[in-house]
Nanobody
Framework: VQLQASGGGLVQPGGSLRLSCEAS????????IGWFRQAPGKEREGVSC????????YYADSVKGRFTISRDNAKNRVYLQMNGLKFEDTADYYC?????????????????WGKGTQVTVSS
Protein backbone atom coordinates (compact mmCIF):
# COMPACT_ATOMS: atom_id res chain seq x y z
CA VAL A 1 0.00 0.00 0.00
CA GLN A 2 1.27 3.42 -0.96
CA LEU A 3 -0.13 6.71 0.25
CA GLN A 4 0.96 10.13 -0.95
CA ALA A 5 -0.38 13.28 0.65
CA SER A 6 -0.25 16.71 -0.95
CA GLY A 7 -1.90 20.10 -0.81
CA GLY A 8 -0.39 21.62 2.29
CA GLY A 9 0.87 25.16 2.45
CA LEU A 10 0.84 28.49 4.20
CA VAL A 11 -2.54 30.06 4.82
CA GLN A 12 -3.92 32.89 6.90
CA PRO A 13 -6.36 32.25 9.76
CA GLY A 14 -9.83 31.75 8.39
CA GLY A 15 -8.48 30.48 5.09
CA SER A 16 -8.96 27.14 3.36
CA LEU A 17 -6.85 24.32 1.99
CA ARG A 18 -7.68 21.00 0.39
CA LEU A 19 -5.41 18.08 1.10
CA SER A 20 -5.30 15.17 -1.29
CA CYS A 21 -4.17 11.61 -0.69
CA GLU A 22 -3.43 9.29 -3.58
CA ALA A 23 -3.79 5.68 -2.49
CA SER A 24 -2.78 2.50 -4.25
CA UNK A 25 -2.06 -1.16 -3.64
CA UNK A 26 -5.07 -2.11 -1.56
CA UNK A 27 -5.99 -5.77 -1.52
CA UNK A 28 -8.71 -5.52 1.10
CA UNK A 29 -12.02 -3.87 0.30
CA UNK A 30 -12.81 -3.19 3.93
CA UNK A 31 -10.64 -0.62 5.61
CA UNK A 32 -10.59 2.86 7.03
CA ILE A 33 -8.60 5.67 5.47
CA GLY A 34 -8.09 9.03 7.04
CA TRP A 35 -5.89 11.86 8.13
CA PHE A 36 -3.92 12.36 11.27
CA ARG A 37 -1.74 15.30 12.20
CA GLN A 38 1.36 15.82 14.24
CA ALA A 39 2.50 19.17 15.57
CA PRO A 40 5.76 19.80 17.43
CA GLY A 41 5.31 19.15 21.13
CA LYS A 42 1.77 17.84 20.71
CA GLU A 43 0.28 14.39 20.65
CA ARG A 44 -0.70 12.79 17.40
CA GLU A 45 -4.33 13.48 16.59
CA GLY A 46 -6.63 11.48 14.37
CA VAL A 47 -8.35 14.31 12.51
CA SER A 48 -10.81 12.45 10.35
CA CYS A 49 -11.50 9.14 8.65
CA UNK A 50 -13.86 7.53 6.19
CA UNK A 51 -14.88 3.92 5.91
CA UNK A 52 -14.44 2.09 2.62
CA UNK A 53 -17.41 -0.15 3.28
CA UNK A 54 -20.21 2.29 4.01
CA UNK A 55 -18.69 5.75 3.70
CA UNK A 56 -19.26 6.57 7.34
CA UNK A 57 -17.05 9.35 8.66
CA TYR A 58 -15.51 10.55 11.86
CA TYR A 59 -14.20 13.99 12.82
CA ALA A 60 -12.23 15.03 15.86
CA ASP A 61 -14.06 17.62 17.94
CA SER A 62 -11.31 20.12 17.18
CA VAL A 63 -12.19 20.13 13.46
CA LYS A 64 -15.88 19.24 13.42
CA GLY A 65 -17.86 21.66 11.31
CA ARG A 66 -14.75 23.02 9.59
CA PHE A 67 -13.17 20.00 7.89
CA THR A 68 -14.79 17.62 5.42
CA ILE A 69 -13.39 14.29 4.29
CA SER A 70 -14.40 12.77 0.98
CA ARG A 71 -13.23 10.12 -1.43
CA ASP A 72 -13.13 9.56 -5.16
CA ASN A 73 -12.91 5.84 -5.70
CA ALA A 74 -12.41 6.21 -9.44
CA LYS A 75 -9.27 8.25 -8.84
CA ASN A 76 -8.19 6.35 -5.70
CA ARG A 77 -8.05 9.60 -3.83
CA VAL A 78 -9.19 10.85 -0.45
CA TYR A 79 -9.55 14.55 0.22
CA LEU A 80 -9.65 16.70 3.31
CA GLN A 81 -11.28 20.06 2.76
CA MET A 82 -10.19 22.39 5.54
CA ASN A 83 -12.10 25.62 6.03
CA GLY A 84 -11.91 28.20 8.77
CA LEU A 85 -8.33 27.30 9.54
CA LYS A 86 -6.95 28.28 12.92
CA PHE A 87 -3.44 28.73 14.28
CA GLU A 88 -3.82 25.46 16.18
CA ASP A 89 -4.37 23.56 12.93
CA THR A 90 -0.70 24.05 12.10
CA ALA A 91 0.86 20.60 11.80
CA ASP A 92 2.16 17.96 9.46
CA TYR A 93 -0.81 16.08 8.03
CA TYR A 94 -0.55 12.44 7.07
CA CYS A 95 -2.83 10.12 5.16
CA UNK A 96 -3.14 6.66 6.70
CA UNK A 97 -5.12 3.44 6.62
CA UNK A 98 -6.28 1.14 9.38
CA UNK A 99 -7.95 -2.29 9.37
CA UNK A 100 -10.45 -0.94 11.88
CA UNK A 101 -13.82 0.77 11.81
CA UNK A 102 -13.81 4.51 11.30
CA UNK A 103 -14.17 5.85 14.82
CA UNK A 104 -12.32 8.04 17.28
CA UNK A 105 -9.50 5.57 17.92
CA UNK A 106 -8.98 4.54 14.28
CA UNK A 107 -5.47 5.92 14.14
CA UNK A 108 -4.32 3.77 17.09
CA UNK A 109 -4.27 0.84 14.69
CA UNK A 110 -2.78 2.40 11.57
CA UNK A 111 -1.03 -0.05 9.31
CA UNK A 112 0.12 2.22 6.48
CA TRP A 113 0.85 5.91 6.18
CA GLY A 114 2.70 8.10 3.76
CA LYS A 115 4.90 11.15 3.97
CA GLY A 116 3.16 14.14 5.44
CA THR A 117 2.24 17.47 3.98
CA GLN A 118 2.85 20.58 6.06
CA VAL A 119 0.04 22.98 6.91
CA THR A 120 0.98 26.31 8.44
CA VAL A 121 -1.64 28.78 9.58
CA SER A 122 -0.09 32.15 10.16
CA SER A 123 -0.88 35.82 9.75
Amino acid sequence: VQLQASGGGLVQPGGSLRLSCEASGFTDNYYTIGWFRQAPGKEREGVSCISSSDGSTYYADSVKGRFTISRDNAKNRVYLQMNGLKFEDTADYYCATAPLPCWSKWYYGMDYWGKGTQVTVSS
